[in-house]
């Protein structure tokens, strides 16, 4: 080989200053040249040198962000809160799948039977069961990641129970827009769906994960039944879905919140208890 790399470029390649085209020449050049190698090691920093492997071992070993975390630091959310998200375990597919097929066969039902009952019944337990799914050691699979992760204990509630709502009442109104003949009376399930989501939160700290929402979802189911005991004839709407019942469903969901925002703090408590 009549050609090498001079020392002054090696140095300058050595401390990462070498500019193309020589760069393009030296990186070829040393792929084949053990002397030009042998001549790079000897003049470059062993400390600098250990801390370049670290570096790219810790780039190798680092584990890939999916497309839904991808796009959640995309669109400027923090790379320690998407990836808190991206780990819920409601916004994975399969349930997703599971909850548009049940969707789908609600409507179907109420085409069938020509009544929105069963749609505007289902529809406010699915974010509950959501919110449910995606906190605490009972459900959640990756609950030993959040508890160590840097994050007061209800903030990442409210950002998992945030993400939850957005996903589980969009796909409840993309439902209801299958339902064009009822009007507004096919999203009286909204505001219910909000005062069972608060409700089961705000006794979470107390009952637990498991029992709050168990419970919640249990009273909805016997307001229902009893609505429908009270109902004089299948043409009306059952009480939860008149006026009168949206006003009741209006007052719990921001007493829930209320309540939630003053125990707010024992959910750190309640992270601890669970270990």
């Given at each position: 080989m009549t050609w090498h790399v001079a020392e002054d470029d090696l140095r300058a390649y050595a401390r990462g200053e070498l500019a193309a085209p020589l760069l393009w020449s030296a990186d070829t050049h040393l792929a084949?040249?053990?002397?030009?190698?042998?001549?790079?090691?000897?003049?470059?920093?062993?400390?600098?040198?250990?801390?370049g492997w670290e570096r790219l071992d810790a780039e190798l070993d680092a584990p890939r962000p999916g497309w839904f975390e991808s796009l959640l630091t995309r669109v400027g959310i923090a790379d320690h809160t998407a990836r808190l998200l991206a780990a819920t375990p409601v916004l994975r597919r399969s349930w997703l799948a599971s909850v548009v097929f049940l969707l789908l066969v609600t409507v179907g039902a109420v085409r069938t039977t020509e009544s929105p009952t069963l749609f505007l019944a289902l529809?406010?337990?699915?974010?509950?069961?959501?919110?449910?799914?995606?906190?605490?050691?009972?459900?959640?699979?990756?609950?030993?990641?959040?508890?160590?992760?840097?994050t007061h204990g209800f903030r990442l509630l409210m950002i998992r129970t945030l993400a939850v709502l957005v996903a589980g009442l969009g796909l409840n109104g993309l439902a209801s827009l299958a339902l064009p003949g009822y009007g507004l009376r096919a999203l009286a399930w909204l505001l219910p769906a909000l005062a069972l989501t608060a409700t089961g939160l705000a006794l979470t700290p107390r009952l637990g994960p498991v029992l709050a929402p168990s419970l919640v979802g249990g009273a909805w189911i016997a307001v229902l039944l009893a609505a429908q005991a009270a109902q004089h004839t299948n043409a009306d709407a059952l009480a939860p879905f008149t006026a009168a019942g949206q006003g009741v469903a209006g007052a719990v969901a921001a007493l829930g919140a209320g309540l939630l925002f003053l125990v707010r703090d024992r959910f750190d408590l309640f992270n601890g208890s669970a270990e």
């Open positions: 084949v040249c053990a002397e030009c190698r042998g001549l790079l090691a000897d003049g470059t920093d062993p400390v600098a040198l250990d801390a529809a406010p337990l699915l974010p509950l069961v959501g919110v449910a799914l995606s906190y605490g050691p009972a459900l959640d699979p990756t609950y030993e990641m959040t508890v160590v992760a840097p």
